[in-house]
């Protein structure tokens, strides 16, 4: 069952991800798919979050620290 999920993520970059892990022997030909999408919807989440942040002190630019308030310190729903 091939799965193209329209990744905005390049396909053969994740693959070279996943193979620099050393604990990886073998993978499924589709995980590269499944795992390059989990990446852009963590992406996605995070991005929103951060607009968030930045709106929430009158911003209109995400800084490292709004990524860092939410990966560290601070859960935002």
Do not use: H, S
Not at 12 to 36: F, H, P, Q, S, T
Not at 44 to 64: F, G, M, S
């Amino acid at each position: 069952m091939e799965k193209d999920f329209n990744l905005r993520l390049p396909k053969g970059r994740v693959k070279k991800i996943i193979k620099n892990n050393e604990d990886i022997k073998l993978m499924n030909k589709n995980v590269d798919a499944y795992i390059g999408k989990a990446a852009e919807l963590f992406l996605q989440d995070l991005a929103l979050k951060a607009e968030k942040i930045a709106k929430y002190n009158k911003r209109r630019t995400i800084n490292p620290e709004d990524i860092c308030k939410i990966l560290i310190f601070k859960k935002i729903k």
